[in-house]
């Protein structure tokens, strides 16, 4: 069974840069859609961005539109989320999750998503 494991979490300050990576173990993630999501405390898990197999199409929430990027390197059975210029409120768990249901597009509905990661601290102080 496949493992997702996040990693690159920790404490920045405010305006500046992370990239976390999700890298996948007892299996393959290369084709899949991958997607990235967070849990701030004491809210609700939500969608931050995903990317189709082979990274020809992305999609981003609001939110994380033109600061975030996500990557993958699926010779390196990886997928990557920098993030640029964090502000506070981003301070969550991240977690990468994976979408294995064949011929549909990219989704933010995390009821989607087969496998997921255990989650990585993202800490943003002001």
């Known amino acids: 069974q496949v493992q997702l494991v996040e990693s690159g979490g920790g404490l920045v300050q405010a305006g500046e840069s992370l990239r976390l990576s999700c890298a996948a173990s007892g299996g393959t993630l290369s084709t899949y859609r991958m997607g990235w999501f967070r849990q701030a405390p004491g809210k609700e898990r939500e969608f931050v961005t995903a990317?189709?197999?082979?990274?020809?199409?992305?999609y981003y929430s609001e939110s994380a539109k033109g600061r975030f990027t996500i990557s993958r390197d699926n010779a390196k059975n990886t997928v990557y989320l920098k993030m640029n210029s964090q502000k506070p409120e981003e301070t969550a768990v991240y977690y990468c999750a994976e979408d294995r249901i064949p011929y549909r597009g990219l989704t933010t509905e995390q009821t989607s998503y087969d496998y997921w990661g255990q989650g990585i601290q993202v800490t943003v102080s002001s």
């Open positions: 990317i189709s197999t082979s990274a020809g199409n992305t």
